[in-house]
């Protein structure tokens, strides 16, 4: 079935760069996009961009243009998020999630990533 | 941007209906999708494209889409369904992008 796993959680200063991984199984790496959510604490799910695995296209969320790269490793089946000059206001979990094909909703999601960011 | 506007809570008593709006600038004509999400887990998908439903999904869950307004409806509400709720669109301009959430209370 599919699976996606990502990185533990990690804690980090103002100014800091974070990267975090999630490793997928149980599809065709390739064919697919990797999404990227985050959530602050008692927030609503915000939206932050893809990468397609197999072109290594992405796109990536006005607000977080700037600071926020996707990359991937099709060998080794895991994407990547990283994002730099890391504020408190990034403190979230990060998702990574898939959708399925030809249709815009995201249907498995990796169980997340928190990310605290303090001094 | 793109905006999508839920009620922050809904309540309802087991056994009852639950209807969860999502509002936005001709909603009607884009595909929504609503997603669960219980206190400490991940996002789950419960209606996609309007009206399907991810196989595993009860079909208590149900959705509809018309004009400004997009609902998700859960019949026969049980204590597991507490959880928040979000619904998600996508749009040529900003391609994706979530509503506010809704918290739904089993009374």
């Known amino acids: 079935q599919v699976q996606l796993v990502q990185s533990g959680a990690e804690v980090k200063k103002p100014g800091d760069s974070v990267k975090v991984s999630c490793k997928t199984s149980g599809y065709t790496f390739t064919s697919y996009a990797t999404h990227w959510v985050r959530q602050a604490p008692g927030q609503r799910l915000e939206w932050m961009g893809w990468i397609d695995a197999g072109s290594g296209k992405t796109k990536v969320s006005e607000k977080f243009q700037g600071r926020v790269t996707f990359t991937s490793d099709a060998f080794a089946a895991i994407s990547y998020m990283e994002v730099s000059g890391l504020k408190s206001e990034d403190t979230a979990v990060y998702y990574c999630?898939?959708?399925?094909?030809?249709?815009?909703?995201?249907?498995?999601w990796g169980q997340g990533t928190l990310i605290t960011v303090s001094s | 941007s793109y905006v999508l506007t839920q009620p922050p809570s809904v309540s309802v008593a087991p056994g009852q209906t639950a209807s969860i709006t999502c509002g936005g600038d001709?909603?009607?004509?884009?595909?929504v999708h609503w997603y669960q999400q219980k206190s400490g887990q991940a996002p789950i998908l419960v209606v996609y494209n309007d009206v399907r439903r991810p196989s595993g999904i009860p079909e208590r869950f149900s959705g509809s889409n018309s004009d400004n307004a997009a609902t998700l409806t859960i019949s026969g509400v049980e204590a597991g369904d507490e959880a928040d709720y979000y619904c998600?669109?996508?749009?040529?301009?900003?391609?994706?992008?979530f509503g506010g959430g809704t918290k739904l209370t089993v009374l």
């Open positions: 999630a898939r959708p399925p094909r030809g249709i815009t909703a995201l249907d498995s």
């Open positions: 998600q669109v996508w749009d040529n301009t900003i391609d994706r992008a």
């Open positions: 001709n909603i009607g004509s884009k595909s």
